[in-house]
């Protein structure tokens, strides 16, 4: 049973942004970390500087910053990405983020499988987010985890984010749902998974 298992609290791993500091996807990931904390989880938030890695290659010896980032998505109970709409897609940073899970493949939960995947999109035009959220649910299928039911599709209105944070209650809920129900499922997950390992009387 892997040793995060044991902890008290399930652990909700967050990956998002851009290399622009205090950007709106950012913005969205930290409101819906925070949501995943007020539900009881505890949290992990990896910004566009923890994840501006090299190009995923399987063969090359990985630095410190893609450790963390590995056994980060390796301890995690539940996960939340937020992307930025580039182009109608998801960012090349976030993608290539998520390309790191092929290092889990011979784990023995391999990729982020059976873990609750949180996606949130955030672009100037409702075509682009929801975009970003069908790709990133696909993203978590291929890697075997499940996206929750609520994903967060939100347009960054003008004046609705301010100094690195969400300033609109209505897209801020939505954010917040999104963690909500990451941390629940991951709670759910990680009772189960104890008690498959409780010992039988």
Avoid: W
């Amino acid at each position: 049973m892997p040793e995060h298992a044991l902890d008290e609290r399930p652990l909700v791993v967050g990956i998002g942004g851009t290399v622009r500091g205090e950007s709106s996807s950012e913005a969205g990931l930290r409101s819906a970390l925070a949501a995943a904390s007020a539900a009881g989880a505890r949290t992990l938030c990896l910004t566009a500087h923890d994840i501006a890695l090299p190009f995923y290659e399987q063969r090359v010896p990985r630095s410190p910053q893609a450790a963390r980032l590995v056994e980060a998505l390796r301890s995690a109970d539940g996960l939340i990405v937020s992307s930025p709409g580039y182009h109608g897609s998801v960012s090349g940073l976030v993608k290539n983020a998520l390309d790191y899970a092929e290092d889990l493949a011979g784990d023995p939960r391999p990729y982020l499988d059976g873990i609750p995947v949180g996606c949130i999109g955030v672009a100037y035009g409702k075509q682009a987010a929801v975009a970003v959220i069908d790709q990133l649910r696909t993203v978590a299928h291929a890697l075997r985890g499940f996206p929750t039911p609520y994903g967060a599709a939100v347009v960054a209105q003008r004046g609705a984010f301010r100094d690195g944070r969400c300033v609109d209650p209505a897209l801020d809920e939505q954010f917040a749902r999104v963690g909500a129900q990451v941390a629940a499922f991951a709670g759910a997950v990680r009772t189960a998974a104890a008690a498959a390992f409780e010992p039988v009387a």
